[in-house]
């Protein structure tokens, strides 16, 4: 396992008090495989993957948990060590790429200024390899002495991802890379990360709110609602045969461009305050299958190969998802 | 055919840009081309969505429709009136028959006024008595299906959630019973699982209320929910308009072809086949000349460079606007 994330808490000190963003969130990256981690704005998302490259606001704490890359544990490392394995073994790709290229610079020069000044390359060299980089995300070389104002967003979001990739990393991690763009260049992307993950054998973790980019491009997904983990397993599996309330409802709340024209389905209510979060099952309060013993903790159950969901109900998944499917199954569940 | 609502005629806007020394020196005053020569109609109770990529003028095409800015050439009929150079009272009237809904509800409402007030305001300003002002809000407030109790209607903006704001975004917007309602990306701003409620009071809208809409969009499979016709525009010009079930699945113009190819759905089993085009938009303030989208076409051919294809009527009610369809 290339990246194994474990119980991982993180808080953020505020002036209410300790905002528990992710508590005890776990998942696996395999080398190679490509990772969605969806859910909603405030679900700790991308919280949860910046404590990877430990790339967080001072007011985020490490509450627990570990991060284990080939073995090492990053949490335990020094500020300087982590230094070393930044760019080199894991690399950031922002959810803004408009912010992660300086503007007053021409692009080629950042990208060679990484390449020496991390990866202690010459000059010369790194010229050579900033077109190798610009040609696997498909720019042309000739694009290198452009500013970042010259360029489109999407091709602003790849050369943030072939910056993201000087070093050679095994693991990119990429904060809602497609969000801003249009869906002509999102699919450009998307395929981008896909031929990168083929040639290079990169794994990639990928944050997004969108099922369907889950879809299109991840070979696992990690659903995550209200700071912690509702399911996960191998992406076919879990679109297909969702055993979380939460992941089924998503899916009905989602507009699709083909197929049958189905009746959408809100869930309705909002996701609990951090601050005081409920006992039990955070999802309970908007959960149209919620009983007495979701005041307590969900178990985690096994559902399919690789495939894990965070329900007391699990086991009646495929019952569940028949319900779930009818619209009026999610009409008047909170009391909000 | 019945008198249609809205007609935008011949309609283009251009925008001042800013001028380079050379430009200064040489007497030049640039102008970006947002809206290019957009014809059509709508009817009353139709819904229309305008999909393209950002920047090919949809936003600004709507803004005109609801009179937020003049167009630099041609005319909208309101119920066969010219929207331009109207007098005070017919302004007014325009103004209460025709409502926006915004598209950050974050930042539609006054933070200091209370959900009552935000709601009250529009009822005032289009002189509705004030003994109809109780049963209007209710009336509204239950379309978008908010509760109306005063505890709620007393709340300020920062204590509602995201999806109670755009539903009381809508709700100010259908207070005044309007005729036509522009929603430029009503729901961009919002999470999934809160969409799908804005989506459905839409179409209940719709349906209910027999209201025409114009619904702004990048995303095919939202407009797809809630529009019986769609516009695909491409570079300021509209390229291909019919009904969205056509649109959708039996694309004609290249570029929506693409378009719809473009759009992932959330299933395993979807096609990965690379996209006919590639690239990005042209400069908007030099595009190419005759069609707009030739050098991103996998078939333009000699004329495309030279002859603009016009918007041509193809049967069935779509029309597009490319020389080989």
């Known amino acids: ?336 | 055919m019945n008198k249609p609502l809205i007609a935008v005629e011949r309609l283009t806007k251009r925008f001042d840009v800013s001028r380079s020394m050379t430009d200064i020196l040489t007497g030049k005053r640039p102008q970006l081309q947002a809206v290019t020569d957009v014809n059509f109609t709508l009817q009353r109770g139709e819904t229309l969505g305008i999909v393209g990529e950002s920047g090919c003028g949809k936003t600004t095409l709507g803004r005109m429709l609801i009179k937020l800015i003049p167009p630099s050439e041609g005319t909208i009929l309101f119920d066969g009136k010219n929207i331009s150079g109207m007098d005070r009272t017919a302004e007014l009237a325009f103004r209460r028959r025709a409502q926006l809904v915004f598209q950050n509800p974050f930042d539609a409402l006054n933070p200091h006024f209370t959900i009552l007030r935000s709601l009250r305001e529009p009822l005032h300003n289009a002189r509705v008595p004030g003994e109809e002002h109780v049963s209007r809000i209710a009336e509204a407030m239950g379309m978008v299906h908010l509760p109306a109790p005063d505890h709620f209607l007393q709340s300020l903006p920062h204590q509602l959630s995201g999806g109670q704001l755009q539903r009381v975004v809508l709700a100010r917007a259908l207070v005044l019973r309007p005729e036509f309602i522009l929603a430029d990306e009503p729901v961009s701003m919002l999470d999934v699982s809160v969409r799908a409620g804005i989506l459905n009071v839409l179409r209940e809208v719709r349906d209910r209320m027999g209201l025409a809409a114009v619904f702004i969009s990048h995303d095919l499979a939202l407009v797809r929910y809630v529009c019986a016709r769609t516009i695909t525009m491409y570079l300021g010009a509209v390229v291909e308009d019919g009904p969205t079930a056509d649109i959708v699945g039996n694309p004609l113009h290249p570029y929506t072809k693409a378009l719809v190819q473009a759009v992932p759905i959330p299933r395993v089993d979807q096609s990965h086949a690379p996209l006919p085009i590639t690239g990005g938009l042209p400069d908007a303030r030099n595009p190419p000349s005759g069609c707009r989208f030739r050098d991103r076409c996998p078939l333009a051919e000699g004329r495309c460079a030279s002859e603009v294809p016009p918007l041509r009527d193809v049967g069935g009610g779509r029309r597009v606007a490319c020389h080989l369809v």
């Open chain 1, 1 to 336: 396992m290339l990246l194994e994330v474990r119980d991982l808490v993180i808080d953020y000190r505020s002036t209410r008090g300790r905002v528990r963003a992710v508590d005890g969130v776990s998942f696996n990256v395999p080398a190679g495989a490509i990772i969605g981690i969806v859910g909603e704005s405030g679900c700790g998302k991308t919280t949860a993957v910046r404590a990877i490259t430990r790339v967080m606001p001072s007011s985020a704490v490490f509450s627990g948990g570990s991060i284990s890359l080939n073995g090492t544990d990053l949490v335990k490392l020094s500020e300087r060590d982590m230094q070393k394995h930044l760019w080199r073994d894991i690399a950031y790709v922002p959810q803004s790429a408009m912010n992660a290229l300086d503007p007053v610079w021409r692009v080629g020069r950042q990208v060679e200024e990484v390449l020496v000044a991390r990866g202690g390359m010459e000059k010369k060299a790194a010229r050579v390899r900033s077109e190798e980089l610009f040609a696997m995300v498909g720019l042309g070389a000739n694009r290198l002495s452009d500013y970042p104002h010259q360029f489109s967003g999407g091709m602003r979001q790849r050369a943030s991802i072939a910056l993201a990739l000087a070093l050679s990393p095994k693991l990119v991690i990429a904060d809602e890379p497609v969000t801003a763009l249009d869906v002509v260049i999102q699919r450009q992307v998307l395929d981008t990360f896909a031929t990168l993950q083929k040639q290079l054998n990169v794994s990639v973790v990928l944050v997004t709110h969108d099922i369907s980019v889950v879809a299109y491009v991840c070979d696992y997904v990690v659903v995550m609602y209200a700071g912690k983990v509702v399911e996960s397993g191998p992406v076919a599996d879990v679109l297909d045969r969702p055993a979380h309330p939460y992941t089924m409802g998503l899916y009905n709340a989602f507009p699709e461009l083909s197929g049958d024209d189905r009746e959408l389905s809100p869930i309705e209510g909002s996701p609990p305050d951090l601050l005081d979060p409920p006992q039990g099952c955070r999802f309970r309060a908007r959960c149209p299958f919620s009983i007495a013993t979701c005041t307590q903790d969900p178990p985690e159950h096994l559902v399919g190969e690789g495939h894990i969901a965070n329900c007391h109900r699990a086991t009646e998944a495929a019952d569940l998802r028949e319900t779930a499917k009818r619209t009026e199954t999610w009409v008047g569940v909170t009391t909000e």
